[in-house]
């Protein structure tokens, strides 16, 4: 789990995160498809194109289910339990494709808050995404 340290590094990013929170998303989708195209299967139903209303939309909800979850630290498991029904139950996402999400949220973190994204930064939000990662792949069988 999280030090005290770690919980404030996370917490320190996401009133910064919310409001951008489509553009965010959007990139990292784009990010997540062209470097790991094997990702797109899954949104077969979506427009890729970088900047379509289905990545700004879908970005969002990915990096507003984030800035909640950040909000929400000391009860991970409970704000993410429905959304760990819906990948495991529902979409049935290779658990190896959390990383790779993970991976390029970090990278547009640093580049569109390369002041704020330091390396204590980056350590707790690697962190944060992979304990997210951790309860949304945890109810797979
Ligand atoms: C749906 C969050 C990882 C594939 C969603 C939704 C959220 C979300 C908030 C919308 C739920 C709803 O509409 O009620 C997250 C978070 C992740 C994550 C926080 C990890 C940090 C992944 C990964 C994949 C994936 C790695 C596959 C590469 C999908 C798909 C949908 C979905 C296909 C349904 C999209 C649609 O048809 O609208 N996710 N997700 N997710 N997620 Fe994830």
């Known amino acids: ?21 489509n ?4 990139e990292a989708l784009t990010r997540l498809f062209l470097a790991f195209p094997q990702t ?6 979506f427009d890729l ?3 379509s209303a289905d990545l700004n939309t879908h970005g969002g909800k990915i990096m507003n ?3 909640s979850a950040a909000k929400n630290l000391d009860n991970l498991a409970g704000n993410l339990s429905s959304l760990s029904d819906l990948h495991a139950y529902n979409l049935r996402v290779d658990p190896g ?3 790779l999400l993970a991976h390029v ?6 580049s569109q808050f390369p002041k ?6 980056q350590a707790a939000w690697d962190k944060f995404l992979a304990i997210v990662a951790a309860i949304l792949t945890s109810k797979y069988r």
């Open 1 to 21: 789990s999280l030090s005290a340290s770690e919980k404030a590094a996370v917490v320190s990013l996401v009133g910064k995160v919310a409001p951008k929170a």
């Open 23 to 26: 553009a965010l998303g959007s």
């Open 40 to 45: 797109k299967t899954y949104f077969a139903h």
């Open 65 to 67: 289910a984030l800035a």
């Open 97 to 99: 494709n959390f990383a």
């Open 49 to 51: 194109t970088p900047g």
């Open 116 to 121: 704020d994204f330091t390396p204590d930064v």
């Open 105 to 110: 949220i970090q990278v547009v973190l640093a």
